[in-house]
């Protein structure tokens, strides 16, 4: 569970302009809820700031349960509100509770499928060996360990993407985050993804999209869908 | 001057060393100036951004400053050479003035660099970062120290002349000469080691006491303060003696030299080690109550401690192997 | 984590090979002057080891004038002085090559007759064993002596322009005074009692000056220090290039390499795992052009005798010998070569390093 209160992000640059305006929103646990809008409506900003990867101006965000990030002196309350932490705590709740698919899948250039799925693994100290054998067992079971060794630019859209969700699942973690999935896939491998989506959303994890692509948040996986025009939430969302 | 290569390096680095430093008050002045916690305005976001930039530069100065102590203490035995009546570091430190003030200051800032460090590692575990303010005013106490440093390191070896004559360690540190270095070693060599293991003991007793109880940290840094001195004088008044296997040999730099396996850079790593560790130990107590810092230190201290024991204990092993095996044995 | 480093070094190998280059290159030209001066002050070190304790020379006017051979007797008579030894030496021009030989006499008196050449004048006057050779004496005769032995080149700093007459033959070249030498050497068995002794022949013979083994050691030293410093000072341009020269390469980073980091960190890496990564990098890069430099200057002075130093540094004579250094290298000329080089390459680095690790981790969001 993830709540977010009067959240707010301004960006100085260019004399000032505000992405992200006052949202009042829950993101069920569990669940896969879709934030819907045109490109510029702030919902890329929005879920970097529910991602953790950036810290809102003003207003609170707080996680429920799930993450397991030991901060001393923090780690006994049951809501942790991230909106205050420094950076160095921040990076370590992205890593341990959220996994994340980008737009343009961005896998790092030069190195194998394997070492791409690996990378979110190597902060946390983990035996290389184990990180290894888990990131085999996620290539085969996205069905693309054949290419595990091969440099990352041999691959297709769709296999690019499947090695972007298997990074995301590397280290478990509770919540899933998508920008614009489908955007470089055609119809039939966007059908594909949903049915990745559905069978994560199966292992109990909580889903998050960012997408205006009607395959997406028209697809009967999705049980929450928030529209998102300049910045605030459309009234009258459609829960379905 | 003596143009020797070392010198210019030592040179050298103190330079960037210094420019380090400035760099980082600046930031830190910076950070001093604008900081507001709990804010998420962009500006906060840039500090923070600097803050870290602070501790990496400072980190990485702590290190220069660490290597450069041994490696001044090094030059200053290979430069014994051309000083007339010098016959080790004790001798070409004393060839002017500013020889034993740059070595005991930098012997002070590398502990009061490594303190700073502790708790900057501290502030950084801590989510809310409580002491990012102090450890600015710290950092600005400390730059000038490292400056200072620097200067006095220049003066020591642009002022170095080789026809000045200096006295050889038999003469500093022969006894019943008067000065400081003659009454250290005058000092009667079982008391001095007894005073030693004593101070040794209670610090360890402190520790213990500290690991049970998570109490008297700060006297444990006291203690650990007093046992590095006492660990010196027992060096120069009676471990000495045991290393070089002579009766009237009491010079702390000599062990320095190839001749006894460089076992000198074991003993006063090991005596800083333990030092630094203990005093920042004591020095985080300051701050155990400040908000997520009750979580924070305690762990913390308690590594410093064990680290702060094994050095100093680390020290008294290698003295007292040093005993068992020497021939020399005290009257 | 250093897998990585490594691999992501390997990924921009122009950048990075352009880097270590020009790193291996400051490197090297450090290192080999400061081998070049060590193998120097060792050389002469070796020769003074057999020099005597203490030399007495006898001063007229300040200047330095043979001294009367009474003089060894009463100084080996003084309490310490195992032996005091007269010395005949000089200097003798040679127009034909335009060079300085030290001539030296045996003293011992055996009679062995013809001369013993250094291997450097052996060389230069292309001279093996029995053929004669001429020197023009100071009363402008020829001297015409056999060659008796070639010195092998070992040590050959100092024995190359070396050449060894008879007594008699030496007091001829030089129209020398009988009951007279250059100086006396003085031999004190133990090294603690020459000053006490050196003190005691000031006093007793106003006239003459001893030197001791110590402050010539230190001289040598001293000097060649004092060039290896020069010699440093003006690389100090070529330090102060390369380390803009870093700290160019380490800032000038791509989009793709911006794109990257943000990458790492959005998916969980924080600052101080990126620095540590940076950290690996730059240990790695310091480390291949360390040792590359260091290597490529010990082959360069050891192995073919630092011919790009060799006028700038010796130069003692014109015929300089073909001298093979000794190895001689230890742990505190690599500190120094250390703090000459990856100390101001490291701090270079650190701002750049930090601009990288900070990158938001939303840029790989917004890109």
Redesign the interface.
């Known amino acids: 569970m993830i709540s977010l209160a009067d959240v707010v992000k301004r960006f100085d640059a260019g004399g000032g302009f505000t992405a992200v305006d006052g949202v009042t929103l829950s993101v069920a646990r569990g669940k896969v809820t879709v934030l819907k809008g045109p490109s510029g409506s702030g919902k890329t900003t929005l879920l970097t700031l529910i991602g953790c990867m950036a810290r809102p101006t003003s207003g609170r965000i707080a996680l429920r349960a799930g993450h397991r990030v030991a901060i001393p002196g923090l780690a006994d309350r049951d809501e942790l509100d991230v909106t205050r932490l420094p950076e160095r705590f921040l990076a370590g709740i992205r890593r341990a509770t959220f996994g994340f698919v980008f737009q343009q899948f961005h896998l790092v250039r030069g190195i194998s499928v394997i070492e791409n799925v690996m990378l979110p693994g190597y902060p946390s100290g983990e035996p290389y060996g184990a990180l290894r054998e888990r990131a085999m067992g996620l290539l085969s079971r996205f069905e693309i360990a054949r290419c595990a060794t091969s440099p990352v630019e041999r691959l297709s859209g769709g296999e690019m993407q499947r090695v972007a969700i298997a990074r995301a699942l590397i280290n478990d973690p509770a919540v899933v985050v998508a920008d614009e999935p489908t955007a470089h896939l055609d119809s039939r491998l966007s059908h594909a993804f949903m049915d990745t989506v559905a069978a994560i959303r199966a292992d109990g994890k909580t889903v998050l999209i960012a997408s205006h692509d009607p395959i997406v948040f028209e697809s009967g996986v999705v049980d929450v869908v928030v529209e998102i025009r300049d910045g605030r939430i459309v009234e009258g969302a459609a829960l379905r | 001057m003596?143009?020797?290569?070392?010198?210019?390096?030592?040179v050298?680095?103190s330079l960037?060393q210094s420019?380090?430093l400035l760099?980082a008050s600046w930031n830190g002045a910076l950070i001093l100036r604008g900081w507001s916690?709990?804010s998420?305005?962009?500006r906060q976001?840039a500090l923070?951004?600097r803050n870290?930039?602070v501790s990496?530069?400072v980190g990485?100065a702590l290190a220069?400053q660490l290597?450069?102590l041994f490696?001044f203490l090094?030059t200053a035995d290979?430069l014994h050479?051309?000083?007339?009546g010098a016959m080790c570091a004790a001798g070409t430190l004393n060839a002017n003035g500013y020889g034993y003030p740059a070595l005991l200051l930098k012997t002070a800032d590398f502990l009061l660099a490594g303190t700073w460090l502790v708790v900057n590692h501290a502030d950084?575990?801590?989510?809310?970062?409580p002491l990012v303010k102090t450890k600015c005013r710290l950092l600005l106490l400390l730059a000038p120290l490292l400056f200072l440093d620097a200067f006095l390191q220049f003066r020591f070896f642009a002022d170095l002349e080789?026809d000045v004559i200096t006295s050889c360690c038999g003469s500093l540190f022969g006894s019943g000469k008067g000065g400081l270095a003659s009454d250290l070693a005058s000092w009667p060599a079982v008391p001095a080691m007894g005073l030693f293991f004593a101070v040794l003991g209670a610090t360890v007793a402190m520790g213990v006491v500290f690991l049970r109880s998570a109490r008297g940290a700060v006297l444990f840094a006291l203690l650990c303060g007093v046992t590095f001195p006492a660990a010196i004088l027992a060096l120069v008044s009676a471990f000495s003696l045991y290393i070089y296997d002579l009766p009237t040999h009491h010079c702390p730099f000599c062990v320095l030299q190839a001749e006894y396996g460089h076992i000198g850079y074991l003993l006063y790593a090991a005596l800083l080690g333990g030092a630094a560790a203990g005093l920042s130990a004591g020095a985080l107590a300051a701050f155990r109550k400040r908000?997520?810092m009750?979580?924070?230190v305690p762990?913390l201290q308690r590594r410093l401690v064990w680290t702060a024991i094994a050095f100093f204990l680390l020290f008294a092993l290698a003295v007292s192997f040093r005993i068992v095996v020497s021939p020399y044995r005290s009257g | 984590m250093l897998d990585f480093a490594l691999s992501s070094l390997l990924r921009r190998k122009g950048k990075n090979l352009s880097l270590v280059a020009v790193y291996t290159l400051i490197v090297f030209s450090v290192a080999s002057l400061l081998f070049f001066v060590q193998a120097m002050k060792r050389e002469s070190a070796l020769i003074l080891e057999g020099a005597p304790g203490l030399v007495v020379q006898r001063m007229v006017a300040g200047r330095h004038d043979p001294i009367p051979l009474e003089y060894a007797g009463t100084i080996a008579g003084i309490r310490g002085v195992a032996e005091a030894r007269p010395r005949l030496w000089g200097y003798y021009y040679e127009p034909v090559v335009g060079a300085n030989y030290t001539i030296l006499a045996e003293y011992d008196g055996t009679g062995a007759q013809g001369v013993v050449l250094g291997n450097g004048v052996a060389r230069t006057r292309r001279l093996a064993v029995g053929d004669l050779v001429t020197f023009r004496t100071y009363r402008n005769e020829s001297l015409v002596l056999p060659v008796r032995e070639i010195l092998p080149q070992e040590s050959e700093l100092a024995a190359a322009d070396l050449v060894v007459l008879s007594e008699a033959d030496f007091r001829t070249l030089f129209d020398f005074p009988s009951g007279r030498a250059t100086d006396l050497a003085v031999s004190v068995p133990n090294p603690r009692e020459i000053p006490v002794v050196a003190g005691k022949i000031a006093a007793l013979y106003p006239d003459t000056r001893p030197i001791t083994k110590r402050e010539m050691l230190r001289t040598y030293d001293a000097v060649f220090d004092w060039r290896g410093g020069m010699m440093v000072v003006m690389l100090a341009g070529a330090l102060l290039a390369f380390v803009v020269f870093a700290w160019d390469k380490a800032t000038g980073m791509s989009a793709g390499e911006r794109l990257e980091i943000g990458i790492l960190k959005s998916v969980g890496w924080e600052t101080s795992d990126v620095l540590l990564l940076k950290f690996w990098e730059g240990a790695a890069v310091s480390l291949a052009a360390f040792l590359a430099g260091v290597l490529l200057a010990y082959a360069h002075v050891f192995l073919l005798s630092a011919p790009l130093f060799e006028q700038a540094l010796k130069g003692w004579s014109v015929l300089y010998p073909r001298f093979r250094p000794v190895p001689a290298v230890d742990g505190y000329q690599l500190a120094i070569i250390f703090f000459l080089t990856v100390a101001p390459y490291t701090v270079a680095t650190i701002v750049p390093c930090w601009r990288a690790a900070t990158i938001d981790p939303d840029a790989a969001m917004r890109s």
């Open positions: 003596i143009l020797h290569p070392a010198v210019l390096a030592l050298v680095s960037l420019a380090m760099f916690p709990g998420g305005s962009e976001l923070e951004r870290c930039l990496s530069v990485y220069f290597l450069s490696f090094f290979r050479i051309q000083l007339t950084t575990r801590g989510y809310d970062a080789p908000g997520s009750a979580a924070v762990p």
